[in-house]
């Protein structure tokens, strides 16, 4: 156990769903992410929080929304979802990523998406 | 932009053998290296980190080195058991930017 949990931890929808990801992290961490992984492609990162506040958004479409009300809790809202979204969406935290020592992210177990 | 490569997609090696899964990157102002585990069905999991000003730094039966010349970072993994199998990824990270870097991954396969 890593200290971040993901729920669910699979999930089939259609494109006109709409549904959300879950992510909590019992750490203390400031920092959350959201990633992206696809088979045989690098880990893709998509947003980044930090003490609450989004400080990065990599040109992710608008279907995906995150959501931050907290430091331990992440929301990753998705709506209109293609097929080439299904993958494994990873959740991370870490303490403080622009402090040196305190960088490293955990990452939670992943929702396996499928979208048909 | 910054990128990181893996030499080898797979590995595969004999159980008690020794593994070195190598990983290149671009970007010398790169700092702080990460290798990380990914088991199936799982989340990535911390092995092993090494800061920009060193160039080994060992675990329990990990141990990772990085030549900042080439820009090369390995991890190499004593005695593998059928439990080392996974993916392996390297992950880089530049403090200007806050973020991680990750390297596609090489699977390591442990015949028994």
């Known amino acids: 156990e890593t200290g971040v949990t993901q729920t669910p931890r699979h999930l089939v929808m259609g494109m006109t769903n709409k549904k959300s990801l879950k992510c909590e992290q019992h750490?203390?961490?400031?920092?959350m992410y959201w990633y992206k992984q696809s088979a045989k492609k690098p880990l893709e990162l998509m947003f980044v929080y930090n003490f609450k506040e989004q400080t990065e958004n990599n040109s992710v479409p608008s279907r995906f929304s995150p959501e931050c009300p907290n430091s331990s809790h992440l929301f990753l809202h998705l709506h209109t979802l293609q097929p080439e979204d299904s993958a494994l969406y990873l959740c991370a935290s870490s303490q403080d990523p622009r402090r040196s020592g305190d960088e490293t992210q955990y990452f939670g177990p992943g929702t396996r998406l499928l979208v048909l | 932009g910054e990128s990181v490569g893996l030499h080898l997609p797979t590995l595969s090696v004999q159980e008690g053998d020794n593994s070195i899964i190598n990983c290149a990157y671009s970007n010398s102002a790169s700092d702080y290296f990460i290798w990380y585990k990914q088991e199936s069905g799982k989340g990535p999991q911390f092995i092993i980190d090494?800061?920009?000003?060193?160039d080994k730094r060992q675990g329990q039966r990990v141990t990772v080195l990085l030549n900042k010349t080439v820009k090369h970072l390995s991890l190499q993994i004593a005695a593998t058991q059928p439990g080392d199998s996974a993916v392996y990824f390297c992950?880089?990270?530049?403090?200007?930017?806050?973020?991680?870097?990750f390297g596609k991954g090489t699977k390591l396969s442990v015949k028994p």
């Open positions: 090494i800061r920009s000003n060193m």
């Open positions: 992950a880089l990270y530049r403090g200007s930017q806050g973020n991680l870097i």
């Open positions: 750490l203390g961490h400031n920092a």
